[in-house]
T-cell receptor
Framework: TQLLEQSPQFLSIQEGENLTVYCNSS?????LQWYRQEPGEGPVLLVT?????EVKKLKRLTFQFGDARKDSSLHITAAQPGDTGLYLC???????????FGQGTELSVKP | DSGVTQTPKHLITATGQRVTLRCSPR?????VYWYQQSLDQGLQFLIQ???????AKGNILERFSAQQFPDLHSELNLSSLELGDSALYFC???????????????FGPGTRLTVL
């Protein structure tokens, strides 16, 4: 069974601080997505990483895929209150196109 | 706006009842996925349809069923509802069978089901 473990589950920081969210598994994934979800809404795709060791940047967000394609991280620089939300990592399962989601990291950025 | 639509937004019903959730995928997408999100289980894959045919199943209860119609919209039917079925139900779509080249899926706004 493929599982993704995210840490930390909750993160409360002040505006301007940096943070990193981790997504780990014992399984290899062909690709890994990061989503952001706000209360009462659906997850919104932020980025997809495919190649081991790949690094992608989206403004203040940096995403990295582990060399063995078993783990990923999301680093936010100088967090802002608008970054508040639930961050989810999701890996492509070995059955069709289903996504396996981590439990999520609830981020709160206080002004 | 992902282009995926879901109705209704909210649904309140009683135990033992049956409900139908509806999803319209993004224009051109052939795959539709259903996920359930609850506080204790997180986002869990239920079922996938591709161009009208069931292609993958997750931990979907026997009381739940789905179908995808010729116009590619999909419906998720939940019957003999229990309190524990209260959750957010999301539909996602993608262009191809394997979720697009990178398995990218685009999610609708969800249906919040409350079973009383």
């Amino acid at each position: 069974t493929q599982l993704l473990e995210q840490s930390p589950q909750f993160l409360s920081i002040q505006e301007g601080e940096n943070l990193t969210v981790y997504c780990n598994s014992s399984s290899v994934f062909s690709s890994l997505q990061w989503y952001r979800q706000e209360p009462g809404e659906g997850p919104v795709l932020l980025v997809t990483v495919v190649t081991g060791g790949e690094v992608k940047k989206l403004k203040r967000l940096t995403f990295q895929f582990g060399d063995a394609r078993k783990d990923s991280s999301l680093h936010i620089t100088a967090a802002q209150p608008g970054d508040t939300g639930l961050y989810l990592c999701a890996g492509a399962g070995n059955q069709g196109g289903k996504l396996i989601f981590g439990q999520g990291t609830e981020l709160s950025v206080k002004p | 706006d992902s282009g995926v639509t879901q109705t209704p937004k909210h649904l309140i019903t009683a135990t033992g009842q049956r409900v139908t959730l509806r999803c319209s995928p993004r224009s051109g997408d052939l795959s539709v996925y259903w996920y359930q999100q609850s506080l204790d289980q997180g986002l869990q894959f239920l079922i996938q349809y591709y161009n009208g045919e069931e292609r993958a199943k997750g931990n979907i209860l026997e009381r739940f069923s789905a179908q995808q119609f010729p116009d590619l919209h999909s419906e998720l039917n939940l019957s003999s509802l229990e309190l524990g079925d209260s959750a957010l139900y999301f539909c996602a779509s993608s262009l191809s069978l394997s979720g697009g080249f990178y398995n990218e899926q685009f999610f609708g706004p969800g249906t919040r089901l409350t079973v009383l």
